[in-house]
C-alpha cells in the first residue's frame, strides 16, 4: 500500500531534549516536506526536499533541521525543543512530475514541557 | 506560489451539494490548482485538481473560472463525513525551482447538518 510513515505518532518531551520525527514513503517520490499545524494557523511548511541531498526552508525554519540521505526518508530533527514548538507535525511527499497530488502522513502531535 | 484565499466557515444540508470557493487571483499559467480535505486532526487527503478544464472525479467536481483566477469544489452530496476542513493550494506541476514551497492558508471549514 502507498503511504507516507511518520514515527512517532505522539510524543511527549522536556525543553532540550534533542528529538527527532521521522518520515518515510514508499512511492519513490522525490519531493518530500514537513509542516506544522496550530490552532488558527493552519498549515505551515517547516522544510522541503526537492531530492536526495537537496533541501530548502519553508516558512518557518527556525528551530528546525532536516536532512535527506536518502529517498525514502526524510526525518525532522529537534536539536533543542521548546515549548513553542509543541504542535501538530505533518509529513508530505509526491512526484515532482505531471501534476502528482501530495500524500500526507497520519501526524505527529508533539508537546514539550 | 500564487497564494489562495478561502471563506473561514460554511454550512451545508446533508444531502444537498456543498460547493466551496478559492480565490487565486495571482495564479501563473503552468499553477494548478488542488484541493485537500482534513478530517478531525488526521492528514489531508488529496481530492481532486485541475489547471483550465472543469474535473470531475468519484469525490467532487472542480470548476475553474475561464480567467483561472477562482475556483469552486463541488461535493455534489454532501453527508456527515463530509464535515471537514478544506484546504484550496495552487502549485506548479513542471520540474522547476519554485514546486518546493506550498502555502495552504487556513482553509474552509465545512459543517454539514442533518
Known amino acids: 500500500e502507498a503511504q507516507v510513515t511518520q514515527n512517532p505518532r505522539y510524543l511527549i518531551t522536556v525543553t532540550g531534549k534533542k528529538l527527532t520525527v521521522t518520515c518515510s514513503q514508499n512511492?519513490?517520490?522525490?519531493?518530500m516536506s514537513w509542516y506544522r499545524q496550530d490552532p488558527g494557523l493552519g498549515l505551515r511548511q517547516i522544510y522541503y526536499s526537492m531530492n536526495v541531498e537537496v533541501t530548502d526552508k519553508g516558512d518557518v525554519p527556525e528551530g528546525y533541521k532536516v536532512s535527506r540521505k536518502e529517498k525514502r526518508n526524510f526525518p525532522l530533527i529537534l536539536e533543542s525543543p521548546s515549548p513553542n514548538q509543541t504542535s501538530l507535525y505533518f509529513c508530505?511527499?509526491?512526484?515532482?512530475?505531471?501534476?502528482?497530488?501530495?500524500?500526507f502522513g497520519n501526524g505527529t502531535r508533539l508537546t514539550v514541557t | 506560489d500564487a497564494k489562495t484565499t478561502q471563506p473561514p466557515s460554511m454550512d451545508c444540508a446533508e444531502g444537498r451539494a456543498a460547493n466551496l470557493p478559492c480565490n487565486h487571483s495571482t495564479i501563473s499559467g503552468n499553477e494548478y490548482v488542488y484541493w485537500y480535505r482534513q478530517i478531525h486532526s488526521q492528514g489531508p487527503q488529496y481530492i481532486i485538481h485541475g489547471l483550465k478544464n472543469n474535473e470531475t472525479n468519484e469525490m467532487a467536481s472542480l470548476i475553474i473560472t475561464e480567467d483561472r483566477k477562482s475556483s469552486t469544489l463541488i461535493l455534489p452530496h454532501a453527508t456527515l463525513r463530509d464535515t471537514a476542513v478544506y484546504y484550496c493550494?495552487?502549485?506548479?506541476?513542471?520540474?522547476?525551482?519554485?514546486?518546493?514551497?506550498?502555502?495552504f492558508g487556513q482553509g474552509t471549514t465545512l459543517q454539514v447538518k442533518p
Open positions: 508530505a511527499s509526491s512526484s515532482i512530475t505531471g501534476s502528482s497530488p501530495l500524500h
Open positions: 512511492m519513490n517520490h522525490e519531493y
Open positions: 493550494i495552487v502549485r506548479v506541476a513542471v520540474r522547476s525551482n519554485n514546486t518546493g514551497k506550498l502555502i
